[in-house]
């Protein structure tokens, strides 16, 4: 009996991420390299809580998705991003999760083909709303990453 419990568990565990993935991270990803504000944020809750542990700041949904302004548009226009995703801990149950890992930016300047990278460690809280997955909390830093740390973690199935 259980086995049959712990399976039953890691079965709903392991459905619940694989929404969350297609509901959450892969969307999450795809607009964030595609500086798509509409998609990115579409997958976060109205009632979001960000928070940037690095400069002691929290903000709600109106202040996180203000406009940005054109001037830091244009100083960006150039830089392809790309974000990556690993996973050091992820817990879903009844329409509750949470999820903990490293994330890797790179920025290529596409004139003259300069990278920079950043690294930095989440942790997101979500909620099942109206039967799609949301980011609930959005919370990172830095820590003193690297690309040995990043790739500790475990990649998105």
């Known amino acids: 009996m259980f086995l049959l419990f712990c399976n039953l568990a890691f079965s709903q565990m392991d459905s619940s991420q694989k ?3 297609e509901q959450v991270w892969k969307p999450f990803i795809k607009a964030f390299n595609n500086n798509d504000d ?3 944020r ?3 809750s109205k009632d979001v809580i960000r928070v940037i542990q690095d400069n002691n700041q929290i903000m709600g949904y109106d202040q996180y998705f203000q406009k940005i ?3 830091i548009k244009t100083k960006w226009r150039n ?3 790309n ?3 690993r996973f050091l801990q992820r817990i879903a149950s009844k329409g509750k999760a949470f999820e903990v890992g490293f994330y890797k930016t790179t920025s290529t300047h596409a004139m003259t083909g300069e990278k920079r990278t950043g690294f930095g460690k989440f942790h997101v809280l979500l909620r099942k709303e109206n039967r799609d997955w949301k980011i609930l909390m959005d919370a990172d ?3 003193k990453m690297n690309e040995e740390i ?3 973690g475990k990649p998105m199935e």
Do not use: G, T, Y
């Open 150 to 152: 990043f790739l500790s």
């Open 42 to 44: 579409a997958i976060h």
């Open 69 to 71: 302004p054109d001037s």
């Open 79 to 81: 830089w392809k991003k």
């Open 38 to 40: 509409e998609a990115f």
């Open 141 to 143: 830093a830095n820590e």
């Open 19 to 21: 929404e969350i993935n």
């Open 83 to 85: 974000i990556e995703l």
